[in-house]
T-cell receptor, first 116, second 115 residues
Framework: AQTVTQSQPEMSVQEAETVTLSCTYD???????LFWYKQPPSRQMILVIR??????QNATENRFSVNFQKAAKSFSLKISDSQLGDTAMYFC?????????????FGTGTRLTIIP | DTGVSQDPRHKITKRGQNVTFRCDPI?????LYWYRQTLGQGPEFLTY????????KSRLLSDRFSAERPKGSFSTLEIQRTEQGDSAMYLC?????????????FGPGTRLTVL
């Protein structure tokens, strides 16, 4: 079974600064996908960024980028030029691609607060 | 594309009562997932539908829980004889199921409180 660990329960950063959220995972699979989801207060979870394990290049989506270290089983999220709207719970998730059920395995989350 | 919707958003019930939640996925999404999220935890997988077929259930889903997806459209999750430990946020997600690895789109969740 796969496990996902987020060791930072809470973080805070000044607006416009850069912050990095950590995630490690454990799996024996060689082909898998990793995700960062954002859950704003009282709002639904949305996908921030995804990474295919077979791709060496780190994924980037505007101000969001990841540092994927496959050998170390590490998948951190960097948020540049942080904005007040980035305040949310951030969940790291693992998925094994297969025909049919592609359920997500989530970490416990990091509560990020952007300070004005 | 109106997104995944869930109803009700909040439900307060007394222990021992039955409750039913509804999820309307994005239209034409073949895959539908239910997750449960307790305070301070990430969502945990409960069950999965491919069209109308329920293909996998987690061990978290005791026999008091039942889920359906008639006609492969909306889905319902029923909890019988609720217990205080059932208090959680119940999340629904859907994806296209057209091949490759699909992004799961989540609904706003139903927050259940069992008194």
């Amino acid at each position: 079974a796969q496990t996902v660990t987020q060791s930072q329960p809470e973080m805070s950063v000044q607006e416009a600064e850069t912050v990095t959220l950590s995630c490690t995972y454990d799996t024996s699979e060689s082909n898998y996908y990793l995700f960062w989801y954002k859950q704003p207060p009282s709002r639904q979870m949305i996908l921030v960024i995804r990474q295919e394990a077979y791709k060496q290049q780190n994924a980037t989506e505007n101000r969001f980028s990841v540092n994927f270290q496959k050998a170390a089983k590490s998948f951190s999220l960097k948020i540049s030029d942080s904005q007040l709207g980035d305040t949310a719970m951030y969940f790291c998730a693992f998925m094994k691609p297969q025909f049919g059920n592609e359920k997500l395995t989530f970490g416990t989350g990091t509560r990020l607060t952007i300070i004005p | 594309d109106t997104g995944v919707s869930q109803d009700p958003r909040h439900k307060i019930t007394k222990r021992g009562q039955n409750v039913t939640f509804r999820c309307d996925p994005i239209s034409e999404h073949n895959r539908l997932y239910w997750y449960r999220q307790t305070l301070g935890q990430g969502p945990e997988f409960l069950t999965y539908f491919q069209n109308e077929a329920q293909l996998e259930k987690s061990r978290l889903l005791s026999d008091r829980f039942s889920a359906e997806r008639p006609k492969g459209s909306f889905s319902t999750l029923e909890i019988q004889r609720t217990e205080q430990g059932d208090s959680a946020m119940y999340l629904c997600a859907s994806s296209t199921g057209t091949g490759g690895t699909d992004t799961q789109y989540f609904g706003p969740g139903t927050r259940l409180t069992v008194l």
